[in-house]
């Protein structure tokens, strides 16, 4: 059984976009344990997570999108995700429309083309609280999916010591921000159910959104990653993120 795939990636953060609006892989595929054996990078095609873009539940929505992590596991939203698949969606000709309308497991979430590539409308992330960890203060915060945001100043050893420990006990993405000057923040992220990563899209938003609410930035920031640049902003009630996405290659898969 053969199966087609194109892998994006979004400032590194990669990802396997499968098509199952169409019949492939079998009665029986499994996108979640072709995740666990696929995005291996030394023994399959290697990504950070699988992407399968589905039909739409209802007219309301033009496509339906689930974010399959590396190990398996399902995320609720990937702001990098979500531009690989639109980058996806426009190179195949699958719709001609300026913004594309994704079913999400955060909820729809609208696509639009810019200049600087897509813009998302990431929705009203919240911030729920706080929790005190080896005296570090980190903000609770949702955007579809769960966050713990670390504002201060740090070196990579403490954030190697401390992310994926933050990361398995509270069961969210962690991240570690400094905060540059009004219009850039830099970070190191530590996503669940796959590792540190060089980009993680809701936690440019979830960093922003506490920095924002400290009057740290303005309504526009450059969030800076090890994989590169995104721009977060605030437009009234809502938060956007914005970058490119591009094709790394595309292929086949012998399903065993």
């Given at each position: ?12 953060n990669?990802?396997?976009?499968i098509d199952?609006?169409v019949?492939q ?20 095609i290697?990504?950070?997570?699988v992407?399968?873009l ?22 609720e ?79 990579y050893?403490?954030f ?55 009057n740290?930035?303005?309504?526009e ?6 994989g590169?640049?995104?721009f ?25």
């Amino acid at each position: 059984m053969v199966l087609w795939f194109s892998k994006y990636e979004a400032l590194g953060n990669d990802f396997i976009v499968i098509d199952l609006r169409v019949p492939q892989g079998g009665g029986n595929f499994s996108p979640h344990e072709f995740a666990k054996k696929y995005c291996n990078r030394n023994f399959g095609i290697g990504a950070d997570g699988v992407i399968p873009l589905y039909k739409p539940s209802g007219q309301d929505s033009d496509f339906k999108i689930k974010i399959i992590n590396s190990d398996g596991s399902e995320a609720e939203m990937s702001g990098n995700g979500i531009r690989c698949v639109a980058k996806y969606v426009y190179d195949m000709n699958l719709s001609d429309k300026d913004k594309i309308v994704f079913e999400t497991g955060a909820g729809k979430r609208e696509v639009k083309r810019t200049q600087r590539g897509f813009e998302v409308n990431m929705g009203k992330p919240q911030i729920i609280g706080k929790i005190n960890y080896h005296n570090l203060e980190l903000f609770k915060v949702s955007v579809g999916n769960p966050h713990l945001v670390f504002l201060g100043d740090f070196d990579y050893e403490l954030f190697f010591n401390l992310a994926p420990k933050i990361s398995k006990g509270e069961n969210a993405n962690v991240e570690f921000a400094k905060v540059k000057d009004k219009n850039s923040i830099e970070v190191m992220v530590f996503e669940r159910g796959v590792g540190e990563t060089l980009a993680c899209g809701t936690g440019a938003v979830a960093v922003f959104s506490v920095a924002r609410e400290r009057n740290l930035v303005d309504d526009e920031a450059k969030i800076i990653f090890k994989g590169g640049s995104i721009f977060v902003s605030k437009k009234g009630e809502y938060f956007f993120l914005e970058g490119g996405a591009n094709l790394v290659f595309s292929g086949f898969v012998k399903l065993s």
